[in-house]
């Protein structure tokens, strides 16, 4: 099976998609396989960009992309 990669704009509509039904009351599982991805990619998703905005994630990968070149 191929893999996608998801750009940071789509992981945060995703992850706001996610929010929006969770408050729904629909459960994680639920809201995982509407999504389309595993569970450890939701949470690695939350963890990483759980409380930012798309810019704000931009510059976060433009500052991480500086610091290892």
Partial sequence: MARKRYTTEEIIRK???ADV???QGQTVADVIRHLGVSDVTYFRW???YGGLKVDQAKRFKELEKKTLD
């Fill in 46 to 48: 939350r963890k990483e």
């Fill in 15 to 17: 992850l706001r998609e």
């Fill in 21 to 23: 039904l969770i408050g």
